[in-house]
């Protein structure tokens, strides 16, 4: 009986040593995956940081570009830019960028018309010096 209770007490304790030995690895698991996601947490923050540094030097280098004699028209879409109720970064600098476009397609346009004047001022000018020098 005695023998019986010892093997008893041996098996109950080696049991308990396994137990232990796999409750400290999860322990130790956990411990490294907290770590990790600390770690990445504060990696994404850094970059989540940089991303808005970015943004704000992007729409700050937007603001100061100035197109022109369109500049009281960037300017008045501008402040009512500003005077909209805040919206996500991300909306303002599209329509910040989609107002350059704007602007480009128009000076596009503007030199497409006074290209078309030239030339059409430039055989005007010709032609006179032809009948100049026929007179």
């Known amino acids: 009986m005695r023998k019986l209770a010892v093997v008893g007490l041996v098996l109950v304790g080696a049991l308990l ?4 030995f796999v409750f400290y690895s999860k322990y ?3 411990a490294s995956d907290y770590a990790q996601a600390t770690a990445d947490h504060e990696s994404m923050r850094q970059r989540y940081d940089r991303a808005v540094t970015e943004i704000v030097t992007i729409q700050d280098s937007l603001s100061a570009i100035v197109l022109g004699g369109e500049q009281d028209q960037i300017l008045t879409r501008s402040s009512q830019l500003e005077t909209q109720p ?3 970064m991300h909306d303002e600098v599209l329509s910040r960028i989609s107002l350059l476009k704007s602007a480009l ?3 596009k346009d503007r030199i497409e018309d006074l290209d078309t004047r030239l030339k059409k001022s430039g055989v005007k000018i010709a032609g006179l010096e032809r009948m100049i020098t026929g007179l």
């Open 86 to 88: 805040p919206g996500s």
């Open 28 to 30: 130790q698991k956990s």
């Open 105 to 107: 397609e128009r000076t």
């Open 17 to 20: 040593l396994g137990t232990t």
